[in-house]
């Protein structure tokens, strides 16, 4: 299957801070990648669905200033937690869409960021 | 509102024993099924698709989909300790969809 890196794997930061998170897609390219979230014992959470070349699509109630999408490249996207606080602190999980449109569209998970913010 | 539903179990069965995993959704133009695996801490593995209406067999998985009832399932043959994991059925309409997921775990 096609794989799906992310980096870092984990970070810790104080609160107040910036995280910066990468999805990169190794073997094929990706016009569309998503960010999930997921909370311990708690089910994924998409929050928002990143195109490239075009501005991220974010859920209803996923603040977009705070939590800032970049999809610069056809294997890049990056998730940026601004201004990070304890309450952010999850399991962040990038996928991306393989065979858009076609019958064989699915979607690959990248490895998942574990971030805590003190 | 697109809905995908699962039992959230957990679901207990002995080591050998067949473990039966249950998803439906109501999207009835959904085209494409998926199952992925999830082990704590870890992020979803895709483990089997089907687009069409019947079984799929891929080693000790079998995927059954019954469009007319809007159902799709997930059979694990020979259940091994090591698929224990929490199982997520996804259903592919105008974007992936996912289920909560059904925790199985494989008693030894």
């Known amino acids: 299957g096609a794989v799906v890196s992310q980096h870092p794997s984990w970070v810790i930061c104080k609160s107040g801070t910036s995280v910066k998170i990468e999805c990169r897609s190794l073997?094929?390219?990706?016009?569309?990648m998503f960010w999930y979230r997921q909370f311990p014992k708690q089910s994924l959470m998409l929050m928002a669905t990143?195109?490239?070349?075009?501005?991220?699509?974010?859920e209803q109630g996923v603040e977009k200033d705070k939590f800032l999408i970049n999809h610069a490249s056809l294997t890049l996207s990056t998730l940026t937690v601004t201004s990070a606080h304890p309450e952010d602190s999850s399991f962040y999980i990038c996928?991306?869409?393989?065979?858009?449109?076609?019958?064989?569209?699915?979607?690959?998970f990248g490895p998942g960021t574990r971030l805590l913010v003190l | 509102q697109k809905e995908v539903e699962q039992n959230s179990g957990p679901l207990s069965v002995p080591e050998g024993a067949i473990a039966s995993l249950n998803c439906t959704y109501s999207?009835?133009?959904?085209?494409?099924f998926f199952w992925y695996r999830q082990y704590s801490g870890k992020s979803p593995e895709l483990i089997m698709f089907?687009?069409?209406?019947g079984d799929k067999e891929d080693g000790r998985f079998t995927a059954q989909l019954n469009k007319a009832s809007q159902y799709v399932s997930l059979l694990i043959r020979d259940s091994q300790p090591s698929d224990s994991a929490t199982y997520l059925c996804?259903?592919?309409?105008?974007?992936?969809?996912f289920g909560k997921g059904t925790k199985l775990s494989v008693i030894p």
């Open positions: 996928s991306a869409r393989v065979n858009p449109g076609q019958s064989q569209e699915t979607q690959y």
């Open positions: 073997d094929f390219q990706a016009t569309t």
């Open positions: 990143s195109n490239e070349g075009s501005k991220a699509t974010y």
């Open positions: 999207d009835r133009g959904s085209q494409s």
């Open positions: 089907i687009y069409s209406n």
């Open positions: 996804a259903v592919l309409g105008y974007q992936l969809t």
